[in-house]
């Protein structure tokens, strides 16, 4: 295809967090309901979308190096969209640098889509980063394909201005979207497949919003209301800020069944100094506090977080912290970066960076601490009967992969087929996955 015709095939390339490969679901849906077709594993796309993430370090490099590896043998590149938050937080940067993109497209402003690839296509280059009133969710097609697990976006933006953190730079104020909107979304999914919805927000739990009789309600009063969707077997969302845990969600995972036991809950380091510094605006303290709320509605809850080394200024003892954190935690899966300055934000231009050789140290030794809790979660399955959700089929002939109500992937063999619920016994437990056999079939 040459840059002025209408692209025929897309691919949509998103890096990141699940609110990303969201995003990037729906332009593709969005794409698909313009007459575009996916393209075929291999096939060179006409347009590409590349859906970025600006969470770490060398983000915005990292776009520049998968624009050039667009380029073609002939020299002509694809119609290319840069999408997502380094599209929002560096758009002209990207349109100056890099004269083969066409479109630059903010998280809030990709409903806009089609018009500005008809605007490309006949030549301009475009951009809108806007954060329009108007919500995008509104003009997106209507979800019509699912597989036995979905993503629902139902709030965006965060509000918390952590000192590290670009979201709110990049994603805007929090905004909750309309309880009718999401029951719609969220049936429409089942009625497309889903088994399994994950709620999805920068601050899930920040979520509010009014019911049908015009009373306020927040994430609990929307998950028991889903929860009564039929064919909707499991509930899960993510991530949650400490702050919002209110004593109604916790109370929702010892009450609603269909409410799987697995809390992501960041708390990023160990130490008040160091909480204090990043504006968590949360301590230690306040923080164990909610895990032992959250372990005493539901005993058998896999917790999981996620946590930053290196901050600006932290000490040996105070790193140390964070260690006995993470015994006291006792988490069954967790996520583990080290600092990494992001342009615009007060952490970036903070005194006592700390040395890379430092934060590698430090990094090994947390992954360490939580690899021991993850496999000792594993281990503890070990005998136990629990209800799959198949989701593919694995490596080998009959075998199937899905994952149990603490999110642990389990693989299996049976006489089985996507999106049933299935009662395994677990037979073997690695620090990644566990193995088990099948029983039955489980109550839908
Ligand atoms: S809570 Fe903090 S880390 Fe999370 S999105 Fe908001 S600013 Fe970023």
């Known amino acids: 295809m040459r840059p002025t015709q209408t692209p025929r095939t897309y691919r949509v390339k998103s890096f990141g967090c699940q609110m990303n490969v969201y995003d990037g679901d729906r332009m593709a849906e969005l794409l698909a309901e313009q007459g575009i077709a996916p393209a075929a594993e291999g096939e060179d796309a006409d347009l590409v979308v590349l859906n970025t993430c600006h969470i770490r370090e060398k983000a915005a490099e990292k776009v520049y190096s998968d624009i050039g590896r667009l380029k073609r043998e002939d020299g002509t590149s694809p119609l290319i969209a840069v999408a997502g938050c380094v599209a929002q937080a560096e758009g002209e940067e990207i349109m100056a640098r890099a004269p083969s993109v066409k479109m630059v497209v903010g998280p809030q402003a990709y409903h806009r889509l089609p018009e500005m690839i008809r605007d490309a296509a006949a030549g301009k280059r475009v951009t809108d980063t806007d954060m329009p009133a108007e919500t995008k969710f509104d003009a997106l097609p209507r979800r019509r394909r699912s597989g036995p697990t979905a993503f629902l976006t139902v709030q965006e933006g965060c509000d918390k201005f952590c000192t590290y953190c670009v979201v709110p730079y990049t994603r805007g104020a929090e905004v909750s979207r309309p309880h009718g909107d999401l029951i ?261």
């Open 184 to 444: 719609d979304e969220a049936k429409r999914l089942v009625d497309a497949g889903a088994r399994e919805i994950t709620l999805l927000g920068q601050n899930v739990n920040a979520w509010t919003g009014e019911n049908t009789k015009g009373q306020a309600i927040g994430l609990d009063g929307l998950i028991r209301e889903l929860a009564a969707i039929p064919d909707l077997a499991r509930i899960r969302y993510t991530t949650s800020h400490p702050n919002d845990m209110t004593q109604g969600l916790i109370a929702a995972h010892g009450e609603v069944e269909k409410l799987m036991p697995f809390l992501h809950l960041p708390v990023q380091a160990g130490n008040d100094r160091v909480l204090k510094a990043m504006n968590r605006s949360h301590t230690v303290e306040s923080y164990l506090r909610i895990l032992e709320q959250v372990r005493a509605a539901r005993p058998d809850i896999a917790l999981s977080g996620d946590f930053i080394v290196g901050f600006p200024g932290e000490t040996d003892a105070e790193f140390e912290d964070t260690l006995k954190l993470v015994d006291a935690a006792g988490y069954a899966q967790c996520f583990s970066f080290k600092y990494s300055p992001r342009p615009g934000t007060p952490a970036a231009t903070m005194e006592d960076q700390i040395p890379l050789a430092v934060m590698d140290e430090r990094l090994q030794r947390l992954q360490a601490a939580l690899n021991r809790h993850q496999l000792a979660f594993n281990e503890a399955s070990l005998g136990k009967t629990c209800t799959v959700l198949v989701e593919r089929k694995g490596k080998h002939a009959g075998q199937w992969l899905g994952k149990s109500p603490w999110l642990q992937s389990v693989h299996f063999e049976a006489d089985a087929a996507v999106g049933d619920l299935l009662e395994v016994e677990i037979t073997s437990a690695g620090p990644n996955s566990l193995g088990a056999v099948a029983r039955m079939a489980a109550a839908a």
